[in-house]
């Protein structure tokens, strides 16, 4: 394996890491002290799966990176659509269901959703960014 990747992988992991662990613990602070509502999706599982996709499309763009592929952006764009498709596809089971209060549950996903999908980006940056 490149060592440049798995360089990139082991600092992206640990970072990612620390912002899943920040998130959900403040996360559960709110939930538990400000609302009583019973939620369709454990925490848990949303963190679980911000957790995943992100590290997963993380890791495709580096490997292509890593490999001498420069121009990423379109496999990014392609990477966030299908991670788009994926969120609906988990938020499925939800919105079919009969459970009354949907709103609560669809903010717990999508406010996680986008800080990290404004961490992932921030962390592609340098991958999006041509070199001189």
Do not use: C, R
């Not at 404004?118 to 940056?125: G, K, L, P």
């Amino acid at each position: 394996m490149n060592p440049i990747f798995l360089k990139k992988q082991f600092s992206f992991l640990i970072q990612l890491t620390t912002l899943s662990l920040i998130l959900f613990g403040i996360h559960t602070y709110l939930i538990h002290y400000f609302f009583d509502d019973y939620l369709f999706f454990p925490l848990w599982q949303i963190y679980l799966f911000h957790f995943i996709i992100t590290f997963l499309v993380y890791t495709f763009l580096n490997y292509k990176y890593s490999n001498g592929k420069i121009e990423i952006f379109n496999s990014f764009m392609i990477a966030t659509f299908l991670k788009m498709t994926l969120a609906i596809i988990f938020l499925l089971p939800l919105l079919l269901s009969e459970f009354e209060n949907k709103k609560p549950d669809v903010f717990n996903f999508f406010i996680p959703y986008f800080l990290f999908l404004i961490f992932e980006v921030y962390s592609v940056n340098t991958f999006l960014q041509k070199k001189p």
